[in-house]
């Protein structure tokens, strides 16, 4: 039995704050201690309290000027796309076919998939995320690229062979198959093994079939431990396109659960452009929506209305959706977040906002009873931020009051620099100054 200490300001969000209220959602410890036992959170208190509880040759790592806090959780994001970030000058349809479809096509070659899913999976370390579901493309070994990678690390990752069959580049469409035969054999090889789990991943209802939406049902039905993952109401033109290829469906939304894809398994990447009545149905359903805001801004597609999804009771996290999106962090994700709730007359709380980066992706991807939070039992996946990781950041940290205004800095001026450590399963997975451990005690 391997049992580790960690000494740090330590915090995590239990439930909603929206819902319970901050102070029974967030737990924070000034001088913490995190008690790490074969991969999982063992306890987690004070510091003062459980050192006294602690055997004597177990050691302590103190860090000074830190903040221990959940691994985040990345909702949507594509790996095949991390080549095309910055992508100049198109909107969502012309951006697709300019840039990402060239840029997918790319993978049917393994070792450029190989190459491309280890630096997405570090880059994703980098940054702190320990979980996310994630599109790959069309071709099955894309998908097996990256699962080796996350095997490799022990990480807990959701992905799955994105299926299209029209409206797209004959090289990127799955063929008389329907992509049927790849997806089942991709599940028996990965579902379940480490800590990995496989998501139906039709790309959205413009590029598959009614043939295709019928299969991915028939596939969600296989096997409940299955997740979804598509795009919803994203943009203008998208709309009205998908409108005249499925002029049978009320609305967009509609397409998917004609075919039994609105499910409580279900993550829909955007949903700017919902009617209330679509809130509610996704509410009603206990689907999930990934609110992407900085791909939102990048591709002109529209403002998300939070608060109107709030009242609608639709679950929200969130989602980087790189390559549309413009960073792998999710701290920066947060503060754009946040100006887009401005813009909409909705003030993001700094304890909401963790809460979507963490516990709330966690309940986005069935996975709130494994990682999202410190509870004893569940499994360490955690990160060390570091409050002084720039003199801007050292400088205007040392002048907040109130922990709700220190979280907000951290969103607002944090992002890849300020995440010193990452572990997986209590395992150092990433260390931003291998070497040098300028914040250790
Ligand atoms: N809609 C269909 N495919 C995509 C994609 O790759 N990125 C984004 N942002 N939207 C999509
Ligand atoms: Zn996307």
Not at 86 to 107: I, K, N, R, V
Not at 310 to 332: P, R, Y
Request: proline content about 3%; charged content about 20%.
């Amino acid at each position: 039995m391997t049992v580790a200490a960690y000494r740090s300001q330590i915090l995590h969000v239990r439930a909603d704050p929206r819902v319970v209220g901050a102070d029974e959602a967030v737990q924070y410890f000034e001088d913490g201690l995190l008690v790490v036992e074969d991969g999982h959170i063992a306890q987690l208190g004070s510091f003062s309290k459980l050192e006294k509880t602690l055997s004597k040759d177990v050691s302590i790592t103190t860090f000074e000027n830190t903040l221990i806090t959940p691994g985040f959780i990345d909702t949507h994001i594509h790996f095949p796309q991390t080549d095309i970030i910055a992508a100049y000058g198109e909107q969502l349809m012309d951006w697709l076919h300019s840039y990402t479809f060239p840029a997918e096509a790319a993978f049917a070659d393994p070792a450029h998939a190989k190459s491309s899913a280890r630096f997405f999976v570090d880059e994703l370390l980098r940054n702190g995320t320990t979980s996310a579901m994630v599109f790959a493309t069309v071709h099955a070994t894309s998908v097996d690229a990256l699962f080796d990678v996350a095997l490799a690390k022990n990480m807990r990752l959701i992905s799955g062979k994105v299926l299209m069959d029209r409206n797209a580049p004959k090289e990127l469409c799955d063929g008389a198959d329907h992509g049927y035969e790849d997806s089942i054999a991709l599940i028996k090889r990965w579902r379940g093994k480490g800590r990995l789990n496989y998501a139906v991943t039709p790309r959205f209802a413009p590029s598959s079939s009614r043939e295709q939406l019928e299969m991915a049902s028939a596939l969600m039905l296989s096997d409940p431990e299955l997740r979804l993952q598509t795009h919803l109401s994203e943009n203008i033109a998208e709309i009205k396109f998908t409108g005249e290829l499925f002029p049978e469906a009320r609305d967009y939304l509609d397409v998917y659960g004609r075919y039994g894809l609105l499910t409580d398994r279900s993550v829909f990447a955007h949903g700017l452009h919902l009617t209330d009545d679509a809130f509610e149905r996704i509410a009603q359903a206990g689907a999930s929506i990934a609110f992407c805001p900085t791909s939102n801004l990048f591709l002109g597609s529209g403002l998300f209305d939070i608060g109107r999804a709030e009242k609608a009771g639709a679950h929200v996290a969130l989602g980087t959706d790189i390559g549309a999106g413009t960073t792998f962090s999710m701290l920066q994700t947060l503060r754009v977040a946040y100006k887009v709730g401005q813009l909409g007359g909705y003030s993001l709380d700094p304890f909401t906002s963790f809460y979507l980066a963490t516990l709330g992706g966690a309940q986005s991807l069935g996975l709130a009873d494994k990682v999202g939070h410190l509870t004893p039992g569940v499994e360490a996946d955690f990160i060390v931020i570091d409050l002084a990781a720039t003199p801007l950041i050292a400088r205007r940290m040392n002048a907040t009051k109130t922990l709700l205004e220190k979280l907000f800095v951290l969103t607002v001026l944090g992002d890849d620099r300020v995440i010193a450590r990452t572990y997986l399963a209590g395992a150092l997975a990433h260390e931003r100054d291998s070497g040098r451990n300028v914040n250790l005690g």
